[in-house]
C-alpha cells in the first residue's frame, strides 16, 4: 500500500475482527477424545464460546443457528460420522471460509482417506496429529496465543534479548516483499 491509497478487507475477515468473542464448534461423541481434551482447553477461556454436540445432525442444526470460526471434528464418529459432518460443511456455502480442524482417534481406511482429500481441495482443513498440535492448529484459526495445559510454573519464560532457544520447535512464518 502506498501513502494516501485504501484497502478494505472482505466482509467476512471484517466480521471476524470486530467480534470480540470467538466460537468454536467441536463435533465429538467421546468425552476421552482428543477433541474432547481441546474443547476443555478452550472453555476455560472468557474469549472463546465453545458448543459441543456429538452427531452430525446436531453439528448441521449448530451451524444453521450461527456462524462458527473454527470447527474440530472427531474423525472416530460411529458409522463416519466425522466425515459426513465434513461433507454437510462443505455443502454449506457460508461455512465456506471457516476453518475446520480435525482429530482422530482411530487409523483411517484408503477409502476414508480418499474423501478427506477430496475436501481438502475445497475447506480449510488442518489435520494435526497430536493433542498439542490439536490445539495449537485450533488456536490458529480462533487467533489465540494463551490456550495450554501448562500451570504457571511450567510456563515459558519471557526470553532475554538475542535468546534464540524461544524459536526451537516453533513455526515461524515470515511475510516480506523485498
Known amino acids: 500500500l502506498t501513502a494516501g491509497s485504501s484497502f478494505s478487507l472482505p466482509l467476512h475477515l471484517e466480521a471476524f475482527i470486530e467480534r470480540g468473542k470467538r466460537r468454536l464448534l467441536v463435533v465429538t461423541d467421546d468425552n476421552g477424545s482428543q477433541s474432547a481434551a481441546v474443547a476443555e482447553r478452550f ?3 472468557d474469549e472463546v464460546e465453545v458448543e ?3 452427531t452430525p445432525d446436531d453439528a448441521a ?3 444453521a443457528r450461527h456462524p462458527f470460526d473454527c470447527v474440530l471434528v472427531d474423525l472416530g464418529l460411529p458409522d463416519g460420522g466425522g466425515l459426513e459432518v465434513l461433507r454437510r460443511i462443505r455443502g454449506r456455502k457460508r461455512m465456506r471460509h471457516t476453518p475446520v480442524v480435525v482429530g482422530r482417534s482411530n487409523e483411517l481406511s484408503a477409502r476414508e ?3 478427506i482429500t477430496r475436501y481438502e481441495d475445497t ?3 488442518s489435520r494435526p496429529q497430536t493433542l498439542e498440535d490439536l490445539v495449537d492448529a485450533t488456536a490458529v484459526f480462533l487467533h489465540r496465543s494463551d490456550v495450554g495445559g501448562l500451570s504457571a ?3 515459558p519464560r519471557d526470553p532475554a ?3 534464540e532457544q524461544v524459536f ?4 515461524i512464518l515470515i511475510v516480506d516483499d523485498d
Open 43 to 45: 472453555e476455560a477461556l
Open 52 to 54: 459441543i454436540v456429538g
Open 61 to 63: 442444526a449448530a451451524i
Open 113 to 115: 482417506e480418499a474423501r
Open 123 to 125: 475447506l480449510t482443513l
Open 153 to 155: 510454573s511450567e510456563q
Open 161 to 163: 534479548p538475542g535468546d
Open 168 to 171: 526451537v520447535d516453533r513455526r
